[in-house]
Nanobody
Framework: QVQLVESGGGLVQPGGSLRLSCAASGTILSINTMGWYRQAPGKEREFVATITSGASANYAASLKGRFTIFRDGAKNTVYLQMNSLKPEDTAVYYC????????WGQGTQVTVSS
């Protein structure tokens, strides 16, 4: 079993930055893939980014260049650095892990508004 706990969400003005963190715990040594998805009000959950244990990252095309994913493999922690935030980035951001099965965090709210 894997437990995921996100932190770092909040309210930010357009053009600002936020860094999300997700720490994984449980009886695990190393998680192969971790990442982030998001769900805006009234919309389906969508892919944001993932990163493997070998640090190979994959991004949603529309977010590449503004968002950066990185991880601390020793701590099974993944981060999402979000820059130049826009109101349309407002969503609940969910941490994701693939470790034999799919695991999800509870989500953290990100609101981009002036």
């Amino acid at each position: 079993q894997v437990q995921l706990v996100e932190s770092g969400g909040g309210l930010v003005q357009p053009g600002g930055s936020l860094r999300l963190s997700c720490a994984a715990s449980g009886t695990i040594l190393s998680i192969n893939t971790m990442g982030w998805y998001r769900q805006a009000p009234g919309k389906e959950r969508e892919f944001v980014a993932t990163i493997t244990s070998g640090a190979s990252a994959n991004y949603a095309a529309s977010l590449k260049g503004r968002f950066t994913i990185f991880r601390d493999g020793a701590k099974n922690t993944v981060y999402l650095q979000m820059n130049s935030l826009k109101p349309e980035d407002t969503a609940v951001y969910y941490c994701y892990a693939l470790h034999g099965a799919n695991y999800w965090g509870q989500g953290t709210q990100v609101t981009v508004s002036s």
